[in-house]
């Protein structure tokens, strides 16, 4: 089957080019000597799992506790669970670690620390903590300097059900700066951030084996990586217009796009109608930050080739309004039915509304069906 | 079972609401002499279609076949899909109809109609059509004094596979004004615009038996309705802080919120760190239009009361950051794992990351899980 063939809209995955993607991150982390733990909270599919795993430990990141539940039925075994935990989760990790995962947890505040040790101790399990660093991206985390990070990591390493295995951090802000130069600052940053959290800790003669950072921009760009054990980056398998934006990626690093179909021609406003809207994009309009003439993506013909100056303009919930950036639009070469194909600003964002993938080759013949897992 | 057990992010439906929701535009719509077909695009279950429909024909609205699938087999039979329908489709709609279900459709180009006269001869099928009016929304149909209006009125009453049934609109513009006055003169645009149009098709001698106009902020504040024989209201049935910002309801008529735990506290930034992030809220920011310090909603205790000043400034994918407007948050009142409920900018994007609803009374008991369909 083609692509031509499918119903509309659909999320298309070129299969050649999350190759690409997967094999160029991991041969990155290999020269560094750096273990890859891929987050797949882009993806959650365990067939990307596979590509972006190939080569390394198998290790995985995550966001959700039902990506933990998935991935541990598609056999992965090492999978650390990037965001805050809390007590009330603590039953849905034990069940995981009954099932033969291990469980890498995060934390930041001595609450939280205390609140999971009592979890621990009347459950009868143990939990492995990473403590997280804000390394300059102000979501969570502790500064590197806070005096509070000793502490957490003390609790932690004094707890007996509970082990401190080293520090992460998210460089979130590497997606406010543009450019490799820049980007390479804000990497420093974060492997700066982590590096003098971690060496506190080994100065008071705290553990601290694993010293995780990473997101797409920071793990493409950095210059320098030592001192970190393990990056996490999670876009880069699909790569977006943000990515690009930012400078993360080329064009020709893109494998996620959705197929729509033209559906109707708005003459007296000059609009193209597709049956791609805010559902089936995601309202994110992340790559307007560096990017003109964006709006919810860009538009490409079935083989790929972009239609320079055509953008998703507006998006209601099952509509996509397409303006041609600087002109009129041609409406003769788009005939109800056309389809085309969008290029969304967020993988991650976008590919959330789906079910699942369909995988294509570069001549753009249907390959397969993934599926992906969704909700909480 | 109390709200307070749930895991979290879960969507909650207080069950109460909805029915005074439905029960208010039920009325409004007979006192009106008017066919209630609510819009179920919002809600995308069936559950709610039957408090959406009682005392009315069952009639209702979707924006997907998928959602035609599943109401049909839920037992409505009579649906009217309100998007620009396209030849590709014809074997699905057929599919719908063989099943027993009526299927009302929508076009307004002599492109679409020819394709789908087509479609219906070779598959031996008929397809019945309203004819889409744009009121002044400027997304799809034609203006209603467009010339081929009747062009396309009579492309469809000609080709024996094909019937009239009516034109109908939607004053997406509706969305873009505040309060009931400026409604209300929307509300006349769509109601004129629409029966001027009937009016043509009537004086050129063609069918026009239904006049389908409708949204929410419409339907609510309109003062006249003659002339118009429908009306297809969708969010109404759960409102939000998007309608609320409009003036199409009021804080208690809110009948969807987003239960979330609060997993950190970021006081070098000031930030409470939530559960519920990009995905679990969307990133829709409609009701920042006319609501200061919304960002991605506002937010409550357990009981429904609005904390005054707290919103949702910044999402990630599964990282929410509260904020409260014009002062500094105090964390002690917020401790780890303290439940919160977010109330979304806009119902019918937030509902779609799920797969249903946690359906409460006033007291915040659980009272059901209702089911709903997502995705093409």
Request: aromatic share 6%; charged share 20%; net charge negative.
């Amino acid at each position: 089957m083609h692509l031509d063939e499918l119903k509309t809209p659909n999320l298309l995955l070129n299969e050649g080019v999350l190759r690409r993607n997967c094999e160029r991150m991991s041969q990155r982390m290999k020269r560094a000597g750096l273990a890859l733990r891929p987050h797949m909270k882009t993806a959650k599919s365990s067939d990307v799992a596979g590509y972006a795993t190939a080569g390394h430990t198998g290790a995985i990141t995550v966001s959700t506790l039902d990506e933990a539940r998935y991935f541990s039925q598609a056999g992965i075994r090492d999978i650390l669970y990037a965001v805050s935990m809390i007590p009330a989760r603590s039953e849905e990790v034990m069940a995981l670690q009954a099932s033969g995962t291990g469980m890498l947890l995060v934390a930041d505040s001595i609450e939280a620390v205390a609140g999971l040790a009592e979890q621990a101790l009347s459950l009868e399990t143990r939990f492995q903590f990473l403590i997280e660093i804000d390394s300059g991206g102000g979501r969570a985390g502790l500064l590197p300097d806070a005096p509070e990070l000793l502490n957490v990591a003390r609790a932690i390493h004094e707890a007996p059900e509970l082990e401190l295995k080293g520090v992460m951090t998210h460089a979130g802000h590497a997606y406010e700066v543009q450019g490799f130069s820049r980007l390479r600052e804000v990497a420093e940053q974060e492997r700066s951030a982590l590096v003098d959290a971690a060496q506190r800790l080994r100065e008071a003669g705290l553990p601290c084996d694993i010293v995780s950072a990473g997101s797409t921009p920071t793990a493409v760009a950095a210059e320098r990586l030592d001192g970190l054990t393990e990056m996490r980056p999670g876009v880069y398998v699909f790569n977006d217009l943000d990515q690009l934006g930012i400078g993360s990626c080329q064009w020709e690093d893109l494998a996620l796009s959705v197929l729509c179909s033209v559906i109707g021609h708005n003459r007296h406003t000059g609009a193209l109608l597709v049956d791609a809207g805010g559902l089936a994009l995601s309202k994110d309009v992340s790559a307007k930050r560096f990017l003109d003439d964006v709006g919810y993506g860009w538009v490409s013909g079935l083989n790929g080739k972009l239609l320079e100056g055509l953008f998703v303009e507006t998006v209601h919930q099952e509509h996509g309004l397409l303006r041609q950036a600087g002109g009129d639009l041609d409406f003769t070469r788009f005939p109800i039915g056309t389809k085309l194909r969008i290029w969304p600003n967020h993988a991650c964002m976008t590919a959330a509304a789906y079910q699942g993938y369909t995988v294509h080759d570069s001549e753009g013949t249907v390959i397969g069906q993934w599926q992906r897992t969704n909700g909480w």
